[in-house]
């Protein structure tokens, strides 16, 4: 069993993207976690080479670490073990697996105000989340459900003016129809350090939603 010294930089904490069989990306875990999978040898090694993805199993990630090491130090993070240092990989590939990415968006507070975009949905400003409140557009005292359809965030003054009422009783309109969104709002990750560069390829334009390893 392969030990690990202490890593250059934390870099057993660095993230690692996921995919499955398929090549769809399914989570993010940690460096640690993917020489687990790689050692088990249920995972292979994603790897961009001058714009081409190959692909290494444990094995060789370990054999070409020298050649990486002398030409291309600087572009990886690295990681000490009893056999030398390896470089970190960035994208694994698990061999088994064809679970989908999964698209359930968490009905929370967080979310709700990501989605509006800290904007009342009747006044239209944007205030700072403190001065937020959360409306059933069609009041609970009525038979509204908890759902994204009938959750939208409202300003203290826009929320107390509309009261117990549908907002055309109050003489008021929705900014847009509240929906359901399909990516999660805060597992959105903003992919920007070059050592993530290669993820792009495999994420929904530049945002993405994943569940995150612990």
Not at 2 to 8: H, I, R, S
Not at 9 to 21: D, I, K
Not at 55 to 72: C, H, K, N, P
Not at 137 to 154: D, I, K, M, Y
């Amino acid at each position: 069993m392969t030990t690990f010294g202490p890593a250059l930089g934390n870099s057993l904490n660095e993230r690692v993207l996921v995919l499955n069989r398929g090549y769809a990306a399914i989570r993010i875990i940690s460096v640690r976690q993917a020489f687990i999978l790689l050692f088990r040898q249920v995972a292979e090694v994603i790897s961009a080479v001058n714009g081409r993805y190959e692909t290494f199993d444990i094995g060789s990630w370990l054999e070409v670490a020298e050649l990486q090491r002398l030409y291309e130090e600087q572009d990886h993070d690295w990681v000490r073990c009893a056999s030398g240092d390896i470089a970190a990989p960035r994208i694994i590939r698990i061999h088994s697996s064809n679970r989908q990415p999964d698209y359930h968006v968490k009905l929370n507070r967080r979310n709700l105000f990501s989605r509006d975009g800290n904007r009342c949905q009747f006044c239209g400003n944007r205030f700072p989340t403190a001065d937020l409140s959360i409306d059933h557009v069609l009041p609970q005292s009525r038979g509204g459900a908890h759902t994204w359809e009938n959750l939208v965030c409202a300003c203290i003054a826009c929320n107390s003016r509309k009261g117990n009422r549908l907002p055309r009783e109050a003489g008021m309109s929705l900014v847009r129809r509240p929906v359901q969104p399909r990516t999660s709002p805060d597992r959105s990750i903003r992919v920007r350090r070059r050592q993530y560069e290669a993820w792009k390829v495999f994420l929904n334009e530049a945002y993405w939603t994943v569940e995150l390893g612990d």
